[in-house]
């Protein structure tokens, strides 16, 4: 066999990908991430403004362009569809992907309101399509080592119950001085609707997105760990006159879940995530989100006469967590298995971020 029919053969098993968005998480993480597997081929790329959509196929090899979403999705080459756009535009664009039937990889939020969330598991169901939601920390190595620790002390009793869980997210320099080169465009971008929930007043539109978008991980994350699932609900909010800094208190399967939102001038990572026992306790603490092979570090403490303090490493014990979630959704495309970040367990992030906001208003007299 010559090398020409070789490599035909090796391409025609590799998973055919479009990408949706030219933005800084398109650019720097996962355009390079999807273009290192070697069962993933990038074969087309959108989007709305030329010079950037240009400069960012040359960079990466992408032999096809085309100036919206609708035209990818007519290529019949395009196997799967992964989109990065801004956070009220990509669920329409993960809606319209998933009525064309398409295996969809999406940024977080999936949706900016309830009734935006149920759209796009409708259009899952009518078009055939699967949605993966990118929530990297539930790919990450550290944070499986964790929740399998957790379960597994649930399933022993040799921690005695979990009594309390804590996700302390205070933010910092999340970019880690990454060097990956970033194309920019002269254009400005088109103006998109925004699908806010109908409830809510015009000047909390911007804080509650700025909320939800950043601390939709620390709330999906305890849910994880948890096992949680739906089995959530909000208790107590105490934010700040900006929508974003305070305590939230949430019941998640009967055990309370405290989300510290806040922001610190800090060169690293400030996060951690923390789940008690009557004996002990799991805590997982996240570098920052774009370093490199720096999986979150676990921490297991034990109670009791002979106490100890462990930190075991997780295999791998080098990976990134935007790595390995862009190694799932192929491998999970190709074999059918569940994504372990779908659409219908993210409806429940979206939900509670709306009760989040509509407690925490009504408590302030303005809804």
């Not at 998973?15 to 998480?25: N, Q, R, S, T």
């Not at 959509?53 to 979403?69: K, L, S, V």
């Not at 309101?113 to 899952?124: D, G, L, M, R």
């Not at 620390?218 to 934010?239: E, M, S, T, W």
Request: hydrophobic fraction near 40%; proline fraction near 6%.
């Amino acid at each position: 066999m010559s090398t020409k029919q070789k490599e035909t053969g090796r391409d025609a098993k590799r998973l055919k990908l479009g990408y949706i968005g030219c933005g800084l998480m398109a650019q720097k993480i996962h355009l390079p991430n999807f273009a290192s597997l070697p069962d993933c081929e990038l074969v087309a790329l959108a989007e709305l403004r030329r010079d950037i959509r240009e400069a960012t196929a040359r960079r990466f090899g992408i032999p096809r362009q085309y100036p919206d979403h609708h035209a990818l999705l007519a290529d019949p080459e395009v196997e799967a569809v992964a989109l990065s756009a801004s956070w009220t535009q990509q669920g329409e664009l993960a809606r319209d992907c998933l009525l064309a039937g398409k295996p969809v990889f999406m940024e977080k939020p999936m949706a900016v309101s309830v009734p935006q969330a149920q759209e796009i598991i409708e259009a899952e169901r009518r078009g055939g399509g699967r949605l993966m939601v990118a929530y990297m920390k539930r790919y990450d190595a550290g944070v499986v080592l964790a929740r399998d620790a957790i379960r597994a002390f649930r399933a022993s009793g040799e921690l005695g119950n979990v009594t309390y869980a804590r996700a302390h997210g205070f933010c910092g320099d999340w970019l880690a001085a990454l060097d990956v080169p970033m194309s920019q465009s002269a254009e400005a971008y088109p103006a998109s609707p925004e699908p806010y929930p109908v409830w809510l007043p015009a000047k909390w539109q911007r804080p509650y997105l700025e909320y939800l978008q950043q601390w939709t991980h620390n709330v999906n994350l305890l849910r994880f760990l948890l096992d949680a699932g739906d089995k959530a609900r909000v208790r107590y909010v105490d934010l700040d006159d900006d929508g974003e800094v305070g305590v939230t208190v949430l019941g998640l399967d009967g055990v309370r879940a405290v989300v510290e939102s806040g922001h610190v001038a800090h060169h690293g990572w400030d996060m951690f995530t923390q789940v008690y026992f009557q004996k002990g306790w799991v805590k997982t603490t996240s570098a920052p989100l774009m370093l490199h092979n720096a999986p979150e570090q676990v921490e297991i403490y034990r109670a009791g006469p002979q106490r100890s303090l462990q930190q075991p490493l997780p295999e791998p014990a080098w990976s990134w967590s935007y790595k390995r979630e862009a190694e799932e959704f192929i491998r999970c495309v190709r074999s059918g298995e569940a994504f372990a970040s779908g659409a219908a367990d993210t409806l429940t992030d979206v939900r509670l971020f709306e009760e989040i906001y509509r407690k925490w208003l009504t408590d302030r007299g303005e809804l």
